[in-house]
């Protein structure tokens, strides 16, 4: 549908009002409420992400192009049941405890939001049992956890018991990243996945929470 | 030679910035420490700088100082300090355009001798890294390089130094990762100092401490720069911003944010004592939007760094950059060209404790063979700084009616003079042999020769002259720590 996909273009142009306008044009329309999230919205990030992993656009661009999907989503959100968005998937992040390196995880929850994820951002300097707690709480699908310094590290491997130990092991996946860590890593602790940049993240988590 | 005392030569400086603009960049970097405020995760330093005159906003933890309190510290920041060996003699003098090189410090991982590829690494890296640094003549001290994985991790920082001091005579640029952490550290090297008045008065260790770009002291590093204050040992402060993202894109807003963030280490170190010796230090970069890096060897990271050393000699404080080392991944062409221009702007610039050399990969990953080659790049660009100085040259005719007569000048009493002195001979790992010679000698890459090259200085290598009362302490407060965190034993190291 054309306007959809004008949406979808207004959006990979970081046009912020322009995204705005059009979904409240669609609205009144009366086009179907998920169909503007998925076919304009979301379908207009995807692109954005391709392009930023061909190194056609830059990080900024993605950012903005973010910053005009959250503003096409405001005016979405009343349309569904209790104002709740539809998402891909919860996914609690956050820098492992001791730690304090926050830029890389903070992009990766940009990177999730704009992919259409619910982030729960911890923070940093998060303690194994408050992933766990919000977790469960928020009924999340996937742990996403950060590390930056050698000595971290290890707090991720009691994230992942604690996982096993709630009785979690399978509801909630787990995904880390964080320049000491690696693949190999991920395997020896027994996480789900690890991502070596933002959209790798997206990526990965987009598998994590794939229903088989 | 009347003539020749005279004509002195300038030192070759590099400089970006003019006064003016430095001047603009302090007074915009303090009027945001006054306006917009520091964020100080640490009760102590609140409460501390409210006593002195600064606005503080406990429940959001944001102070706005004051230009008296900046004025304070800056006044009394030494304009110098020097660092003492292990054994008590003056190796570094931070002060004017000196020229210091000290390695990359706290790598996550080793690049591998034998596979070329990154793994974590244990004791025997750490041991061999020591015994090479002793020997390393442009090298001027020793960091605490990586991080040994094969002890827990509350000690990995603590152990490091252990056997820096255990191993190598030169001073240490280190750091702590936690708050704990500085105890130890502290006693081990009173243990060979003797005592903490000894130890004040002979620096043996910088520790790096960093803020969080931007405007942020996180609890665990600002709690560092107290700790050290306390006991008057010397501090660089590791600003980060990064242009583009988390500080401005262009080079001068990063400068105002860097200077802004450094002020803010000097107030609380300078507030906490007095006269603590500190480097104007910083490891800032820029962002590279395309691959979420924090690239070392861009060639703005290195403008920004020469620049805020520049800021740092214009505030009277010895200075300190993050500067001679790549991104590279391996010992190639990469490496070698973002290092060598790293370490020659950094050198021009005078920046006076220049971090680097072995290191790769964003800061993350040393290669011993890596630091061999950069110790040539090192000798070669403080050859460099020396200029261009008459030496018995005028006047010119004796000499050359010499050389006419001999038909060359290689016995010349003038040439035996200055033969070493004028003209800088590399070592082994740098190739200057004539390509049938080079063949005739295994054809070599420069890895290989690097690869010799370490596999020698290990064997050479002499034990250090500390004294055995000293390594046995040294040993027995390292292993009681190591005892705490649950650990029975230290990995087996053989002094
Ligand atoms: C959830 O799923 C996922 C998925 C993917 C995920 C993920 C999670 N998390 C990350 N990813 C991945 O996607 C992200 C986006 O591309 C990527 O994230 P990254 O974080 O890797 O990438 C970022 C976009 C850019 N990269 C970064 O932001 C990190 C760069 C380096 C240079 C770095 C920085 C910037 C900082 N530091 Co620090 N710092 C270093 C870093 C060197 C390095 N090579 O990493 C490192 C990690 N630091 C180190 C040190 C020593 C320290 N630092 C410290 C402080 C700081 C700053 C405050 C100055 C600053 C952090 C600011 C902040 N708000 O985060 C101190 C930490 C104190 C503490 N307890 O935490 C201090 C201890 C220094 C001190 N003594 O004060 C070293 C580690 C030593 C070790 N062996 O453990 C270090 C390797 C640099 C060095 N050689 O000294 C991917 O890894």
Redesign the interface.
């Given at each position: 549908m054309d306007l959809l996909r004008r949406i979808s273009e207004a959006l990979q142009t970081g046009s912020i009002e322009k995204v705005a306008t059009l979904t409240k044009q669609a609205i009144e329309e009366k086009v179907v409420p998920r169909d503007i999230l998925d076919k304009g919205l979301i379908a207009g990030m995807s692109v954005i992400g391709d392009r930023y992993k061909k190194h056609e656009i830059f990080l900024p661009e993605v950012l903005l192009a973010a910053k005009a999907m959250y503003a096409g989503m405001d005016i979405l959100k009343p349309m569904f049941l209790k104002d709740e968005m539809p998402t891909l998937g919860r996914v609690v992040i956050g820098t492992v405890q001791g730690d304090i390196h926050d830029i890389g995880k903070n992009l990766v929850g940009i990177m999730l939001r704009g992919a259409g994820f619910r982030v729960i951002d911890l923070g940093k300097d998060v303690p194994p049992e408050r992933f766990i707690e919000v977790a469960k709480k928020e009924n999340a699908e996937v742990i996403g956890m950060s590390a930056l310094l050698t000595t971290t590290m290890p707090a991720m491997k009691k994230v992942i018991e604690l996982v096993k130990k709630e009785g979690l092991n399978g509801k909630v996946k787990t995904i880390i990243g964080g320049a000491p860590v690696s693949a190999e890593y991920a395997q020896h602790i027994g996480a789900d996945a690890y991502a070596y940049d933002s959209i790798n993240a997206v990526d990965c988590i987009r598998g994590l929470v794939q229903k088989p | 030679m009347s003539i020749e005392g005279k004509m002195t030569n300038p030192r070759p400086i590099l400089q970006f910035l003019s006064n003016q603009t430095i001047e603009k960049i302090i007074t915009e970097a303090r009027d945001i420490l006054c306006k917009l405020g520091v964020e100080v995760h640490n009760e102590e330093i609140l409460s501390m700088l409210h006593d002195h005159g600064a606005k503080v906003d406990r429940a959001k933890r944001r102070v706005l100082l004051t230009t008296e309190v900046i004025d304070k510290a800056l006044k009394s920041t030494p304009c110098s300090f020097k660092l003492y060996d292990v054994l008590g003699n003056e190796t570094n003098d931070f002060s004017g355009y000196n020229v210091h090189f000290t390695p990359g410090s706290a790598a996550?991982?080793i690049l591998d001798a034998k596979t070329q590829d990154i793994r974590?690494p244990v004791t025997k890296d750490y041991i061999d890294y020591a015994k090479i640094v002793s020997q390393l003549k442009n090298i001027a001290s020793q960091s605490t390089a990586f991080?040994p994985?094969d002890v827990h991790?509350?000690i990995?920082?603590s152990y490091r130094l252990y056997l820096s001091l255990l191993y190598c005579e030169k001073p240490v640029v280190t750091g702590a990762?936690?708050v704990d952490a500085f105890d130890i550290m502290k006693e081990l090297q009173i243990v060979v100092r003797g005592d903490e008045h000894q130890l004040a008065s002979k620096p043996l260790a910088i520790f790096s401490c960093c803020p969080?770009s931007p405007l942020k002291w996180?609890e665990?590093?600002s709690q560092n720069v107290v700790d050290c204050a306390r006991f008057s040992i010397p501090v660089e402060f590791i600003s980060m911003p990064?242009s583009?993202?988390?500080a401005p894109v262009t080079l001068v807003g990063t400068l105002v944010q860097h200077t802004a963030e450094t002020i803010s280490g000097i107030v609380i170190s300078q507030l906490t004592r007095p006269g603590t010796p500190v480097l104007y230090g910083g490891s800032p970069a820029v962002f590279d939007?395309?691959?979420?890096t924090t690239p070392m060897g861009a060639i703005g990271t290195q403008m920004i760094d020469c620049a805020h050393n520049e800021i740092g000699k214009y505030l009277g404080i010895p200075t300190q950059a993050y500067i001679s080392l790549s991104d590279a991944k391996m010992l190639d062409a990469q490496a070698g060209l973002e290092s060598s221009m790293g370490a020659t702007l950094a050198a021009l610039a005078g920046i006076n404790n220049v971090s680097g050399p072995g290191m790769l990969d964003?800061e993350?990953c040393q290669s011993l063979e890596k630091l061999v080659l950069d110790n040539e790049i090192c000798g070669m660009v403080l050859r460099l700084v020396k200029g261009i100085e008459p030496k018995e040259d005028f006047p010119a005719l004796p000499r050359f009616e010499e050389l006419l007569k001999e038909q060359h000048l290689l016995i010349s009493e003038h040439t035996q003079k200055y033969l070493k002195a004028e003209l800088y001979f590399p070592g082994r790992v740098i190739d200057r042999a004539n390509r049938a010679r080079w063949q005739e000698e295994g054809g070599l890459t420069l890895l290989r020769r690097a690869q010799q090259e370490v596999e020698s200085l290990v064997e050479n290598y002499k034990p250090t002259r500390l004294s055995d009362t000293a390594k046995v302490e040294l040993t027995r407060l390292m292993s009681r720590e190591a005892r705490r965190c649950g650990m029975p034993s230290l990995p087996e190291t053989t002094v």
């Open positions: - | 996550l991982n974590k991080i994985a991790e509350k990995s920082d990762f936690t969080t996180s665990v590093t990064l583009g993202f988390m939007v395309r691959y979420e964003f993350s």
